[in-house]
């Protein structure tokens, strides 16, 4: 289960549920999302999502794809807003890397 997320864009800003909900989310420039997560024993941890053409979230659930361009993952999961991933250099994947690593909420 998803007990929080945070969103990393290639030009340093975030975006988290204390700012907004996922459907409020700037839409393109996603590097990293970071997801922090409680499983059926009751232990929580961290799971980063990085490397896609599209993230997209329903509310509770939050997903990466490649396969599909926008407009059919938005038609094939309705009720999930699709945000753009993008490609950076590799200093700047670092950087948000390093970040989103160290973050702890």
């Not at 024993?41 to 659930?61: E, I, M, V």
């Not at 938005?74 to 699709?82: Q, T």
Request: with cysteine; net charge neutral.
């Amino acid at each position: 289960m998803i007990i929080g997320w945070r969103i990393y864009y290639d030009n340093g800003q975030t975006w988290d549920a204390a700012r907004g909900p996922w459907s409020e989310a700037p839409e393109d420039g996603v590097v990293i999302v970071m997801l922090w997560e409680t499983n059926s024993r009751g232990r929580t941890g961290k799971r980063a999502l990085y490397g896609f053409d599209h993230y997209f979230s329903d509310g509770d659930q939050v997903f990466g794809g490649n396969s599909d361009a926008r407009e059919t993952l938005s038609d094939r999961y309705p009720g999930c807003r699709v945000i753009r991933g993008r490609w950076t250099s590799p200093a700047t994947y670092d950087a948000v890397r390093q970040r989103a690593l160290a973050d702890t909420r």
